[in-house]
């Protein structure tokens, strides 16, 4: 089975500073992982994919992750934040099997970005 | 824009009042999901529709329904609701259920049961 693990329910950083929220993974078959953002009181909206195409994936609004098998990692990065990415972040990878295509979320961080 | 509509963005509803909430979509997908999402907590699916076919997961209540009349509609029915099923619940489509495949959320609808 699938799972995601997000490490710190809460990261706070200045405003400009380096963002790094983090995922690691567990599944026995290559996996397709997600980041999704949440704003309070919306719906999710994907951030970027990785579908085994290429390690490092640029997404939307500045953010970039990068997976590596040898940590079953895939953490999310942003150079310098911004205090409009001040929202909750979930990792998610895509079940197998019986759940296909369904996603399987971490438990979300919230990001905090302090002037 | 395509995109994916729920309706209403807040409902209040009595303890043990039938309550339903709908979902639209304009992307012509054709899988639909719905998810609840609990305050502080990562959404969960309760079922999706494959075109026409209803796939349910393992532990969602049987007190959660779904009707996908048409392509574009999907709704989410709950027969009795208790105070433990307040929560945001997620509408997502994506073309095919396939692994990678991304799905595309609509804002949520809000329960409050009093």
């Known amino acids: 089975a699938q799972s995601v693990t997000q490490l710190g329910s809460h990261v706070s950083v200045s405003e400009g500073a380096l963002v790094l929220l983090r995922c690691n993974y567990s599944s026995s078959v290559p996996p397709y992982l997600f980041w999704y953002v949440q704003y309070p009181n919306q719906g999710l909206q994907l951030l970027l994919k990785y579908t085994s195409a290429a390690t490092l994936v640029k997404g939307i609004n500045g953010f970039e992750a990068e997976f590596k098998k040898s940590e079953t990692s895939f953490h999310l990065t942003k150079p310098s934040a911004h205090m409009s990415d001040a929202a909750e972040y979930f990792c998610a990878v895509s079940g197998y099997g019986g759940s296909q295509g369904n996603l399987i979320f971490g438990k979300g961080t919230k990001l905090s970005v302090k002037p | ?114």
């Not at chain 2, 209403?8 to 997908?29: A, I, W």
């Not at chain 2, 009349?69 to 929560?87: H, K, Q, V």
């Open chain 2, 1 to 114: 824009d395509a995109m994916v509509i729920q309706n209403p963005r807040y409902q209040v509803t009595q303890f043990g009042k039938p309550v339903t909430l709908s979902c639209s979509q304009t992307l012509n997908h054709n899988v639909m999901y719905w998810y609840q999402q609990k305050s502080s907590q990562a959404p969960k699916l309760l079922f999706h529709y494959y075109d026409k076919d209803f796939n349910n997961e393992a532990d969602t209540p049987d007190n959660f329904q779904s009707r996908r009349p048409n392509t574009s509609f999907c709704f989410l029915d709950i027969r009795s609701p208790g105070l433990g099923d307040a929560a945001m619940y997620l509408c997502a489509t994506s073309r095919e259920a396939f692994t990678q495949e991304t799905q595309y959320f609509g804002p949520g609808t809000r329960l409050l049961v009093l």
